[in-house]
């Protein structure tokens, strides 16, 4: 597929290039966190909270709403699932990245999506995004053979467990706190994910 930049026009629907912080020392300490084969998800790391981007980031980004600061790091090509929260998230990227995104409003009724209405855009290392709430999206892609790590900025608690079952509407796709998801039947998801995506689960 047709792989896009962030600073392309078409990304405009899904976020924007946030070009007001020098995101240099985030990076550097990325580099400290895990690479592994697969694809790893913690969503707070205290190394990157303790960096005075945290406060900007809480002040500029989420009107001082108390953040989390953890990373997505590994080797990736899958699309496999697809996800939203009800707020923007902020990736930074430490090595060169593909994002595959689309748009909560192409969910269907009975919450099906298009594999084929999802883009890619390659996310330069160094590069912050923030992504609207409506953007769909799930772990990076690499670049490549090559790793990546990346720095996922959410509202604090986002992604933890649980505190009780969630079903029946779009409730059925909550499976964490602020995390709807909807997966492919390739993905290799969790049993009781719901299984939405409908054709194939994209590769780049």
Known sequence: MEIKKVTDAAFRKYGRVISEFDFSELV????ETPLPDGVVYEPSEEILEALPVKEKLETAYYGELPI???????HN?????????????????????????????????????????????????????ELYATTLH?????VGDNGFRC????PKDTNLPLDKKHEGYEDGLITAKNKWLIGHAEGGLDAGAHIGLIGENISV
Request: glycine fraction near 6%; proline fraction near 3%.
């Open 138 to 142: 799930y772990a990076p892609c690499s």
């Open 77 to 129: 090509h899958l699309l496999n699932a697809v996800e939203y929260h009800r707020s923007s998230e902020v990736d930074i990227a430490a090595d060169d990245l593909i994002l595959l995104l689309g748009s909560q409003q192409d969910i269907t009724d009975d919450y099906t999506y298009e594999t084929s209405k999802i883009e890619a855009f390659l996310c330069p290392k160094g590069t912050g995004v």
């Open 151 to 154: 720095a996922i900025v959410l």
């Open 28 to 31: 550097a300490k990325l580099a």
């Open 68 to 74: 989390q600061i953890g990373y997505c790091n590994g």
